[in-house]
C-alpha cells in the first residue's frame, strides 16, 4: 500500500509518535513535508534532518507536487481538529488519508514485531527494550514515545535490515490505535482508567486491552504483569501468556531490591535463569517492573543474560522520564512526564525511597481538563505524597475549558499543608527565594519546555551557595 506513494503528507508532524514516523520515512527515501501549531525543539530537530515544517494551517502551503492524491499519502493525529483547513482540503480532494497507527500497522503487519501496550510504561519498556536489542547487535527499528538520552532520537534503524529485523512499538490505546498492531510478542504493563473522553468508563478500557491481546499472532507471547485481570479465557487463546511482578511469585520475578540514588540494583529471577545485581541508573521501582519484562522479552529473542546485564548496566534512559537534570550535594533536580494519578504515586514514592529524608518539592502542571476532572481524587492523594506542592494551571492540550474545572479543584483536596498554585513566572521566583532540597517537576504538557530554565536556575543557586559557604570559611 505504502509503494505506491513517493510522498508523505503530516498533519500533526511534531507529536512524538508522529515525528517518528516521519523520520522513517525521510530515510527510506520519501519526500515529507508537514504541518505543526507550534514549533519546538523537536520540530527544529525534523527540520535539520531536511524535513519541510510550515506552521500555519494554510492549504496554499501545501507544495504543489504534494497535490496529486496518486502520489501523495497524508498522515494525520486524532488531535487535529476536525476544523482543520488542510487536512478538509485533502479529505474534499480524495486523498488516502490514514491515522498514524495504521500507517504503523501497515509497516509492521510483515515483521517480527514486538509491541508495548499499558497506560502506564510504554515508553520506558519499548525504548529499555529497543537498548538491549541493538546493545546486542541484533537488528533492531523501534517507533518510541520519547527521545532516548542514548541515541538522540525517538527512532531506532536497523544498520542491515533483512528478515531477522525486530520492530519494537508502542501499542497506543488513545483512540484504540493499537487495534492495528498484530505483534509476535505483546506486553501489557498495566491497565488504569484513563482517556475517558474516549472510552467513557473502566470497563470499556479493559475491553479494549483484550481486544489487543486478540491481535497476537499465532504461537506469540504475552507478557502480562501480575495481578491485571482480562478474564479467565485469556489463557486458552493461540499464544502463550507469562506474568512478571516485583517480589511476587511470578513467570518472571524482580527480587532483592535496593533503591539508591545513583542506581536501582536487583535480580532477575525466572525458572531457568537468574541474573544476579542488575544496576539500573534510571531510578524507580516502576522502572524496575520495565526493566523485568524487558528482560524476558530479551531472553525470548535470545539474547544472552550477560550482554542483557551490560545492557541495562549503561542504559541512560528517556527525556522527561525520572531524568536527572541536576545532581549536587545539596540540591537534586529530577523531571517526569507523569500524568495520571498512579503514574504520580509511583513516581514520587520512589523518589521518596531514594532520599528518605530529604524534603521533595514537587511542581505538578495538570494535562487536560477532562483528566484533571476524571481523576480529582487520584490527583489530589498522589500529590499529598511530596513535602511541599507547587500547582500550575491545566494544561488544554487538544481540549476547550470545562467550566468549574481547573487547579484549584486539587489544591483544595491536596492533604499536606505547604501547597500553593503559580503561574510559570512565579516558579522561577519561588525557586529562587525559598530553600529546596529535591525538585522535581511532573506533567505531560509545556512544562516540559521550562526544565532547562529551572535546572540552569538552580544549578546557579547552587554555586552561588558553595561560593558564599567557601568565603565564610575563608574569613574564619
Partial sequence: MLEKFKNIYFVGIGGIGMSALARWFNTHQYQVVGYDRTATPLT??????????????????????????????????????KTHQ??????????????????????????????????????????????????????????????????????????????????????????????????????LNSIDADHLDIYNDEQSVVNAYLAFTQKIKANGRLFIKKDLDLGPNLRKNQFSVKDFALEQVADYQAQAIKARPEAFEFDFVSENITIKNIQLKVPGFHNIANATVSIATALELGIKPDKIKEALAVYKGVKRRFEYILQEDNITYIDDYAHHPTEIEVFL????????????????????????????????????????LILLDIYPARELPIAGVNSQLILDKVSIEDKRLCSKEEIYTFLEKNHTEVVVTIGAGDIGRMVENIGTLLKQRYVRQETEKDEKQVKI
Avoid: W
Wanted: proline share 4%; with cysteine.
Fill in 44 to 81: 527544529d530537530q525534523l527540520q535539520q534532518e531536511g524535513i519541510t515544517i510550515h506552521f500555519e494551517d494554510d492549504t496554499d502551503l501545501i507544495p504543489a507536487s504534494f497535490r496529486d492524491p496518486a502520489t501523495t499519502l497524508v498522515v494525520y493525529t486524532p488531535a487535529i481538529p
Fill in 86 to 187: 488542510q487536512l478538509n482540503f485533502f479529505q474534499s480532494q480524495n486523498f488516502q488519508i490514514k491515522k498514524r497507527a495504521e500507517v504503523l500497522g501497515f509497516l509492521t503487519r510483515d515483521r517480527f514485531t514486538v509491541a508495548v501496550a499499558g497506560t502506564h510504561g510504554k515508553t520506558s519498556t519499548s525504548s529499555m527494550i529497543a537498548h538491549i536489542i541493538h546493545y546486542a547487535k541484533k537488528n533492531c527499528t523501534a517507533f518510541l514515545g520519547g527521545i532516548l538520552q542514548d541515541y538522540e532520537s525517538n527512532l531506532i534503524l536497523s544498520e542491515k535490515p533483512d528478515k531477522e529485523t525486530v520492530v519494537v512499538v508502542e501499542a497506543d490505546e488513545f483512540d484504540r490505535s493499537f487495534l492495528h498492531l498484530h505483534p509476535n510478542i505483546a506486553i
Fill in 349 to 388: 514514592q520512589s523518589v521518596k525511597a531514594m532520599f528518605p529524608s530529604k524534603k521533595i518539592t514537587a511542581i505538578f502542571q495538570p494535562h487536560l481538563f477532562t483528566r484533571t476532572r476524571d481523576f480529582l481524587e487520584g490527583f489530589a492523594e498522589s500529590l499529598s505524597l511530596a513535602d511541599q
